[in-house]
């Protein structure tokens, strides 16, 4: 079952504007994971962050992490029209296994 | 990372039929997973596979329905048995990061999208 939930479900904005995505779960975590889907392809692995990390970088992308409120956002600044894509969180419980969100659309308009 | 291949990319296929879908990967890796994404939704788990044991289903997917193969530590077939329309969805496939086995990322195939008339 999903076990991270995302909002917005979509999102448009302009180019070279920021665009900020949360994701909210219900349990303890090892880690939380966002990534990329291009137009129904693979999924690209993002950022990684740890259950004691409370933010990362990594170029354009930010990510932080509030266990306490069990929600995690990811931002992308100054965005391009290839972000366009949906992004998904995916929680890592106690074993090896993903649990996806449901996912945030966004379009970025030239 | 891990490079990984799908085959087929797509399928058209006829209800009542079944459907083999093969993922290649370039390294050796312990553990393979297989998900399904139906129309506008997110990934769900279908089962984990692990070379030399029987594949790990979770609850809402049973071994008839899609059985899967590990023969060796760089490939798995999943089967999408007596396929249904509901059954019309992208099913993708994954690795562990082969280099740093534990709770990190995973790399994804880029998915076989099914449909079934």
């Known amino acids: 079952s999903q076990q991270g939930e995302e909002d917005p479900q979509a999102l448009s904005i302009q180019e070279g504007e920021n665009a900020t995505m949360n994701c909210s779960y219900k349990?303890?975590?090892?880690?939380l994971q966002w990534y990329r889907q291009n137009s129904g392809r693979g999924l690209v692995h993002l950022i990684l962050?740890?259950?004691?990390?409370r933010e990362k970088h990594s170029g354009r992308l930010r990510v932080t992490l509030d266990t306490s409120k069990k929600s995690s956002s990811l931002l992308i600044t100054a965005s391009r029209a290839a972000d366009t894509a949906s992004y998904f969180c995916?929680?890592?419980?106690?074993?090896?296994?993903?649990?996806f969100g449901a996912g945030t659309t966004v379009t970025v308009r030239a | 990372s891990a490079v990984i291949s799908q085959k087929p990319s797509r399928d058209i296929c006829q209800r009542g039929t079944s459907l083999t879908i093969q993922c290649q990967v370039d390294?050796?890796?312990?553990?393979m997973f297989w998900y399904r994404q139906q129309p506008g939704q997110s990934l769900t788990l279908i089962a984990t596979?692990?070379?030399?044991?029987?594949?790990?289903?979770e609850s809402g997917f049973v071994i008839d329905k899609f059985p899967i193969s590990r023969p060796n530590l760089t490939f798995s077939t999943l089967t999408v048995s007596n396929m249904s329309p509901e059954d019309s969805s992208i099913y993708l496939c994954?690795?562990?990061?082969?280099?740093?086995?534990?709770?990190?990322?995973?790399?994804f195939g880029p998915g076989t999208r099914l449909t079934v008339l």
């Open positions: 994954s690795v562990e990061n082969p280099r740093d086995r534990g709770y990190n990322e995973q790399f």
């Open positions: 349990t303890s975590i090892n880690n």
């Open positions: 596979a692990n070379q030399g044991s029987e594949a790990t289903y």
């Open positions: 995916a929680i890592v419980m106690n074993d090896y296994k993903l649990s």
């Open positions: 962050i740890r259950s004691n990390e």
């Open positions: 390294s050796q890796v312990t553990m």
